[in-house]
């Protein structure tokens, strides 16, 4: 019988760590179990644990000498040989420093998503989530943005080589996903769309309206860069106007999206001023565009997200939570306000500086706009039309 919604999690996925300093934690991993556990909202009969993936699903998007450099860091501490090389593969910079154990950490993260795809086009799952997944800087030869493997890039090409499936990519983001655009930018049968803060005041400065394939793959490259201070109205408008318009343009098979949620007002690595409205909207499109253009199969990885206690577990639960349409959502949708459960604020709140939000949106009415909003929005507006100049 086949499930309407998976869970991939393994424990272990929260070794991907680079020092305990780094702005990368994938403690909010179990944080994020935690609440929808607490929330009722995540049963065991929902979560799977993965395996590891393969090198022969590696070498489909990162090469062999790649694979090896990474291979030849992961000892603690790796021979000198190796650490000479680091550099040269993107693995020696203050974003992307090697670690301990790095290839057998990181094969976990990339077979979880992998795993996800099988799930869904084997029939077992309607849709499945993974979100330790997500890591779309690496470049086939090179890591970069905190990624050492492209999961996202790795599983694309997994659906593309095992089932033959035409793959429509949503980054959501607030960094460019540029490790997943340029592995597919030739590629007709994969299309590419993402909405982040524009390139040119945020890593990795790529983006733009004019990155739009090449050669046969021309046009499958879909980029809505937005500007700094974007808030969730005019986001929302260019997120939907143009998702829509590229979905009804390439007709995928499957949807494999990646919720990094750092567009959020809190987070500390970005300038984009939205709220957790966002994040309850945009599942719901892609929810509703895989149910109209692919049998409902869709796949979602997680991503970015720097704010790990007030901003990244409501996300990816309200995610969830659509992605398995669990009532509470409507509680949250029709509520105001809708708490979020006690026993989860008072595990995490002494671990957090900041006090972490009590209800699962945010109060945006008592928000200050943006200044210069009318300005933002129109020129998100010119943005979102150019961006639709080759979708029909």
Not at 50 to 75: F, I, M, N, W
Not at 92 to 116: C, I, K, R, W
Request: aromatic fraction near 10%; glycine fraction near 8%.
């Amino acid at each position: 019988m086949r499930t309407n919604a998976l869970f991939i999690y393994d424990e272990r996925e929260t070794a991907y760590r680079f020092n305990d300093n780094h702005p990368f934690n994938q403690k909010r991993l179990q944080v994020t179990v935690d609440l929808l556990k607490k929330a009722g909202a995540l049963p065991d009969s929902c979560m799977r644990t993965p395996p590891s993936a393969t090198e022969e699903q590696l070498l489909r998007v990162h090469s062999q000498e790649y694979l090896d450099c990474v291979k030849g860091l992961s000892p603690n501490p790796p021979e000198d040989c190796w650490i000479e090389k680091a550099g040269r593969y993107g693995l020696d910079t203050e974003d992307t420093p090697y670690f301990p154990d790095m290839h057998t950490v990181t094969l976990q993260l990339v077979g979880g998503s992998v795993y996800a795809i099988d799930t869904v086009m084997s029939g077992e799952a309607l849709h499945a989530m993974h979100l330790g997944g997500g890591l779309h800087h690496a470049l086939p030869s090179k890591g970069a943005g905190f990624c050492v493997y492209n999961d996202a890039a790795v599983a694309i090409a997994h659906a593309k080589a095992v089932y033959g499936a035409r793959v429509l990519y949503i980054d959501t983001d607030v960094h460019h996903g540029d490790g997943v655009q340029w592995s597919f930018y030739t590629d007709p049968d994969v299309c590419t769309f993402s909405i982040h803060e524009t390139g040119k005041y945020l890593f990795p400065g790529t983006g733009a309206v004019n990155e739009r394939g090449e050669g046969s793959g021309f046009g499958m490259n879909v980029n809505v860069p937005m500007e700094p201070f974007t808030e969730d109205e005019s986001w929302l408008e260019c997120f939907t106007e143009v998702l829509n318009r590229t979905v009804e343009h390439f007709k995928p098979d499957l949807i494999v999206s990646q919720h990094g949620c750092d567009a959020h007002a809190f987070d500390p690595l970005a300038h984009i001023h939205c709220s957790m409205d966002i994040y309850r909207e945009m599942p719901r499109v892609i929810h509703e565009l895989a149910h109209r253009y692919c049998g409902g199969r869709w796949v979602a990885l997680g991503g970015g997200g720097y704010d790990i206690w007030r901003v990244v577990p409501r996300a990816w639960s309200l995610a969830w939570l659509e992605m398995s349409g669990h009532p509470l959502l409507d509680a949250v949708n029709t509520q105001a306000p809708c708490f979020l459960p006690s026993d989860w604020l008072k595990s995490w709140q002494p671990h957090c500086e900041e006090h972490i939000p009590d209800t699962w949106l945010d109060p945006v009415h008592s928000w200050e706009p943006m200044p210069r909003r009318d300005e933002i929005v129109a020129k998100n507006r010119q943005t979102k039309e150019l961006s639709m100049l080759y979708l029909g």
